[in-house]
C-alpha cells in the first residue's frame, strides 16, 4: 500500500514520525507535512502567496518527503498531485496531539487534512491522542493502523474520513473500539478576559465548558470513559431537506 501522511503540528512532530514509522515496516510512505504548527485551520488552503516544499531527507539521502509552508489541506493537495513519487492509496492524518473530538472536528487541521484528501476520492483517516505529558505515540499508532487495516474502503460512503481518537486511560493495543456519532453539542464558547501590556482588552478562546452529553454514546463521552473512539465524517455540503424546505417556501 501507498501511503501519504501529513498532520497539522508540524513536519518533525513526534506524533507524525512515530506514525510514519509503524506504518512504513509493511508499506510505502511518504510524507508532506506543515513547516509549523497549524492546529485549529481546518480545511484553510494558501492562494495568496506561492507555497516552497523544501525536500526531507533521512540518515541514507532518501527523499522522505517535503515540509512545506502551508496547511495541511495544501500538503496533502500538493502530495497527492505534485509531489509524492505515486498515487496514494490511503491518506493519514496524525497523529495529532490533542484530541480531536465534538464539533472540534470542524476547526482541526488534522482532520482538514484528510478531508482534502477525501475530496479526490481516496480514502482517509485521520488519528489523534490525548495530550497529556507522557502522551503513548508508538501505543496510538499500533491501535489506529490495525484499526485502519480491517476497515473495507470500498464500502463507506464517497468522500467520509474515519475519525480515530486514542484516550491517555489506554494501555494496551487489545482494545475495542467505540464506533460512535460525532457529539454535535456546542463547547468552549467561554472567553478568558483581561488586559495586555498595551492596555488593550482581550478575549482568550478556552476549551470551557465541555458539552453537555447527549442522551447516546457518542465520541467525546467515549473518550471521556477510556475508550478509542471511531467516528466517519462526511465531506458532502449538501442538506437536502434543508434545500427542499427553503425551495418550498418560495414556490
Given at each position: 500500500?501507498k501511503?501519504?501522511?501529513?498532520?497539522?503540528?508540524?513536519?518533525?512532530?513526534?506524533?507524525?514520525?512515530?506514525?510514519?514509522?509503524?506504518?512504513?515496516q509493511?508499506?510505502?510512505?511518504?510524507?508532506?507535512?506543515p513547516?509549523?504548527?497549524?492546529?485549529?485551520?481546518?480545511?484553510?488552503?494558501?492562494?495568496?502567496?506561492?507555497?516552497?516544499?523544501?525536500?526531507?531527507?533521512n540518515k541514507?539521502?532518501?527523499?522522505?518527503?517535503?515540509s512545506?509552508?502551508?496547511?495541511?489541506?495544501?500538503?496533502v493537495?500538493?502530495?497527492?498531485?505534485?509531489?509524492?513519487?505515486?498515487?496514494?492509496?490511503?491518506?493519514?492524518?496524525?497523529?495529532?496531539?490533542?484530541?480531536?473530538?465534538?464539533?472540534?472536528?470542524?476547526?482541526?487541521?488534522?482532520?482538514?487534512?484528510?478531508?482534502?484528501?477525501?475530496?479526490?476520492?481516496?480514502?482517509?483517516?485521520?488519528?489523534?491522542i490525548?495530550?497529556?505529558?507522557?502522551?503513548d505515540?508508538?501505543?496510538?499508532a499500533?491501535?489506529?493502523?490495525?484499526?485502519?487495516?480491517k476497515?473495507?474502503?470500498?464500502?463507506?460512503?464517497?468522500?467520509?474520513?474515519?475519525?480515530i481518537?486514542?484516550?491517555?486511560?489506554?494501555?494496551?493495543?487489545?482494545?475495542?473500539?467505540?464506533?460512535?456519532?460525532?457529539e454535535?453539542?456546542?463547547l468552549?464558547?467561554?472567553?478568558?478576559?483581561?488586559?495586555?501590556?498595551?492596555?488593550?482588552?482581550?478575549?482568550?478562546?478556552?476549551?470551557?465548558?465541555?458539552?453537555?452529553?447527549?442522551?447516546?454514546l457518542?465520541?467525546?463521552?467515549?473518550?471521556?470513559?477510556?475508550?478509542?473512539?471511531?467516528?466517519?465524517?462526511?465531506y458532502?455540503?449538501?442538506?437536502?431537506?434543508?434545500?427542499?424546505?427553503?425551495s418550498?417556501?418560495?414556490?
Amino acid at each position: 500500500m501507498k501511503v501519504l501522511i501529513t498532520n497539522d503540528d508540524g513536519f518533525f512532530a513526534r506524533g507524525l514520525k512515530t506514525l510514519a514509522r509503524h506504518i512504513e515496516q509493511q508499506h510505502d510512505v511518504f510524507i508532506v507535512a506543515p513547516q509549523t504548527e497549524q492546529s485549529g485551520i481546518s480545511q484553510a488552503i494558501t492562494f495568496l502567496r506561492p507555497l516552497n516544499p523544501n525536500q526531507v531527507f533521512n540518515k541514507q539521502q532518501q527523499c522522505t518527503g517535503y515540509s512545506v509552508n502551508g496547511t495541511p489541506a495544501d500538503c496533502v493537495k500538493l502530495g497527492i498531485h505534485e509531489l509524492a513519487p505515486w498515487r496514494p492509496d490511503l491518506i493519514v492524518s496524525g497523529i495529532n496531539f490533542g484530541l480531536n473530538v465534538g464539533i472540534n472536528v470542524n476547526h482541526s487541521g488534522t482532520v482538514g487534512g484528510a478531508f482534502a484528501g477525501s475530496m479526490f476520492g481516496i480514502p482517509a483517516a485521520s488519528i489523534s491522542i490525548e495530550g497529556t505529558e507522557n502522551a503513548d505515540f508508538a501505543l496510538a499508532a499500533e491501535i489506529s493502523w490495525s484499526i485502519i487495516e480491517k476497515i473495507q474502503w470500498e464500502k463507506l460512503p464517497d468522500k467520509s474520513v474515519v475519525n480515530i481518537n486514542v484516550p491517555r486511560q489506554v494501555q494496551s493495543a487489545d482494545v475495542t473500539p467505540a464506533f460512535v456519532p460525532v457529539e454535535t453539542n456546542p463547547l468552549g464558547y467561554h472567553f478568558q478576559k483581561g488586559v495586555d501590556p498595551k492596555k488593550r482588552h482581550f478575549f482568550w478562546a478556552t476549551n470551557a465548558p465541555g458539552p453537555e452529553p447527549s442522551p447516546f454514546l457518542t465520541d467525546t463521552q467515549a473518550v471521556f470513559a477510556g475508550r478509542v473512539s471511531v467516528s466517519t465524517l462526511s465531506y458532502d455540503p449538501n442538506c437536502p431537506a434543508g434545500l427542499n424546505a427553503l425551495s418550498n417556501q418560495f414556490e
